[in-house]
């Protein structure tokens, strides 16, 4: 092997364990942000920002217990958020509360903001692209739910256009109540 291809593989190989390793450091952060174990994620499953208009760090979880113990760490979150590259964490599982539902999600934000949105779409349609990207979903259209737990539940039509390796965009439709009006003047 000539010394150019075997540089060149070297420094392949290298930006791949220098990836591994800030994944598994973003995986640590956000474990201790969630106060949530290791055992809680959903295994072999990545912990990434993704964003469809909003970034969004992805947390999938096993299962409706591991999202119900999850807790935010409020200075651990604030420190990680201050030097990360994400909104906020949006923690989820396969299967809904209801039988509609195929997804339920939790999303937490730091003061001054709400301490847990009841339902957001701009993080549904992320962890739509990121459930169909990881092959989570049999099909693109899933009805996703959030908020159950705080007594303002919600629930979403979901749909991913386009394959997974080459998402094109993410559709998220569903009923919504007006619960503040106000007149912003400049």
Known sequence: MSDPVLSELTAEL??????????????????????????DALPDVPIQTVSTG???LMVALRNHDALRRARLDVPAY?????????????LFCLGGVTKQGQTFARDFGLPPDAME???????????????WRYGLLD????????????????????E???????????????GAATIMRGELIL
């Open 54 to 56: 909003t970034l969004q």
């Open 117 to 131: 949105d009841p339902f957001t779409g701009s993080a549904t349609g992320g962890m739509a692209a990121f459930l």
């Open 14 to 39: 290298t930006k791949a364990k220098s990836a591994r390793s800030e994944a598994e450091a973003r995986a640590k952060s956000a474990r201790e942000m969630m106060k949530a174990g290791s055992a």
């Open 160 to 174: 991913v256009i386009g394959p997974r390796d080459d998402i094109e965009t993410v559709k998220v439709g569903g």
């Open 78 to 90: 604030a420190e990680l958020r201050a030097r990360a590259d994400f909104f906020c964490p949006h």
């Open 139 to 158: 099909k693109p259209t899933f009805t996703a739910e959030q908020g159950h737990w705080l007594g303002r539940p919600g629930q979403a039509t979901v």
